[in-house]
């Protein structure tokens, strides 16, 4: 009998885990849902045609933000924030993608002899895009 109670324990946990990380991924990617969706292409060409950033970088960066938020990398704009509209959800900061995040930036710098501190900077894609795309390092 104590088994049981502690399969459906387990079990009951497991689903609520399943649950809020289903809805709190939801409630994030819920400020785009009606946004067009772009390729990195399209976003390269609308915002950094006339930059030194490649496609591939622009493409790179989108991906990982994506990747470690769980939104969809075409919706993302470059004056998308970290403090507002990617910001991690209530009662879940501790827990969310942007920590990664940080840490792959702070990684690709190092890597790169850049100054890993300069992570702290960033506010927005775009920060990201630029910063992350100066260091040549592709994500491991």
């Known amino acids: 009998m104590d088994v049981v109670l502690i399969v459906m324990a387990i079990v ?47 493409s790179r960066s989108l991906h990982e933000i994506a990747d ?23 009662g879940w900061e501790y827990d969310d993608g942007l920590g990664a995040l940080s840490d792959l930036a702070r990684k690709k710098l190092a890597m790169k002899g850049g100054d890993p501190e300069a992570v702290a900077r960033i506010k927005t894609v775009d920060d990201y895009i630029r910063l992350t795309s100066q260091t040549g390092v592709r994500e491991t």
Not at 15 to 28: E, M, N, P, Q, Y
Not at 71 to 89: C, I, M, Q, T, Y
């Open 12 to 58: 009951v946990v497991g689903g609520l885990a399943i649950a809020w990380t289903f809805f709190s991924s939801r409630k994030r990617r819920s400020p785009f849902r009606d946004r067009a969706e772009l390729t990195p292409e399209e976003i390269h060409s609308a915002f950094y045609a006339d930059s030194a950033i490649d496609k591939d970088a622009v």
């Open 68 to 90: 470690r938020l769980q939104v969809p990398a075409g919706k993302l704009r470059p004056s998308d924030s970290f403090l507002e509209e990617l910001a991690p959800n209530r």
